[in-house]
């Protein structure tokens, strides 16, 4: 297998007010790999291929009072093989003083593209489908983070939801032989929780530990 990826990125903050910061940015990312069979003599699974993707994407931060922050931010992407995405995402938080605790929450959309071995491997076990729609998403979360210790230790609870289409799945397509492929299984949602701690009581020295169902 070989596999290479490159990746050059510029972005500039504007410090617009004490309130309020900007910043712009261009990435430029390329992809390019093979794979090979492990078994017997050595066949090619998926001739070396390419994928790149440019993008274009804008961030506002923005303390409409003390202690509220709101967040928006947008991106272009025009991927070679995918096409081009808009997505975007707004955040928000506001920060108790008086408990030391913050409430936050944002809402989002998300665009993945299929990776170059779903796109095209020749492997009867894994086909590739060159048919392969990018998957889009939208999703939303809130949640609740609490400090203590002089902000040394934290502890947070979010709720998470997602809604997905174009949902990238692999399936069997021959059971007896367990050959399969990838294909696009329309809409699918999640939701869950996330609880998490950290701590950071000694310098240079940070611990998180987590759970998501």
Same mark, same amino acid.
């Given at each position: 297998?070989?596999?290479?990826?490159?990746?050059?990125? $510029?972005?500039?903050?504007?410090?617009?007010?004490?309130?309020?910061?900007?910043?712009?940015?261009?990435?430029?990312? !390329?992809?390019?790999?093979?794979?090979?069979?492990?078994?017997?003599?050595?066949?090619?699974?998926?001739?070396?291929?390419?994928?790149?993707?440019?993008? =274009?994407? #804008?961030?506002?931060?923005?303390?409409? +009072?003390?202690?509220?922050?709101?967040?928006?931010? #947008?991106?272009?992407?025009?991927?070679?093989?995918?096409?081009?995405? =808009?997505?975007?995402?707004?955040?928000?938080?506001?920060?108790?003083?008086?408990?030391?605790?913050?409430?936050?929450?944002?809402?989002?959309?998300?665009?993945? #593209?299929?990776?170059?071995?779903?796109?095209?491997?020749?492997?009867?076990?894994?086909?590739?489908?060159?048919?392969?729609?990018?998957?889009?998403?939208?999703? $939303?979360?809130?949640?609740?983070?609490?400090? =203590?210790?002089?902000?040394?230790?934290?502890?947070?609870?979010?709720?998470?939801?997602?809604?997905?289409?174009?949902?990238?799945?692999?399936?069997?397509?021959?059971?007896?032989?367990?050959?399969?492929?990838?294909?696009?299984?329309?809409?699918?949602?999640?939701?869950?929780?996330?609880?998490? !701690?950290? +701590?950071?009581? =000694?310098?240079? $020295?940070?611990?998180?530990?987590?759970?998501?169902?």
């Amino acid at each position: 297998n070989n596999a290479t990826n490159y990746c050059t990125d $510029w972005m500039n903050v504007f410090q617009i007010s004490r309130q309020n910061r900007l910043s712009l940015g261009i990435s430029f990312d !390329a992809y390019t790999g093979d794979f090979y069979s492990a078994y017997g003599n050595a066949s090619t699974f998926m001739p070396t291929q390419s994928q790149t993707d440019v993008a =274009f994407y #804008a961030q506002d931060e923005w303390e409409v +009072v003390k202690n509220l922050f709101l967040t928006g931010a #947008a991106r272009f992407d025009n991927y070679s093989q995918a096409g081009s995405a =808009f997505t975007y995402r707004f955040t928000s938080a506001y920060l108790v003083e008086k408990t030391n605790t913050k409430f936050r929450g944002s809402f989002g959309s998300g665009f993945k #593209a299929p990776d170059l071995y779903q796109l095209y491997s020749v492997d009867r076990y894994a086909l590739g489908n060159p048919n392969l729609e990018p998957e889009k998403s939208i999703g $939303w979360d809130v949640g609740i983070d609490q400090y =203590f210790l002089n902000d040394r230790v934290k502890l947070s609870a979010s709720y998470f939801q997602n809604h997905i289409n174009n949902l990238i799945d692999y399936i069997l397509t021959d059971p007896v032989n367990y050959y399969g492929t990838y294909i696009n299984t329309g809409t699918a949602n999640n939701n869950g929780v996330e609880l998490s !701690a950290e +701590v950071s009581l =000694f310098k240079k $020295w940070n611990t998180r530990i987590a759970y998501t169902y």
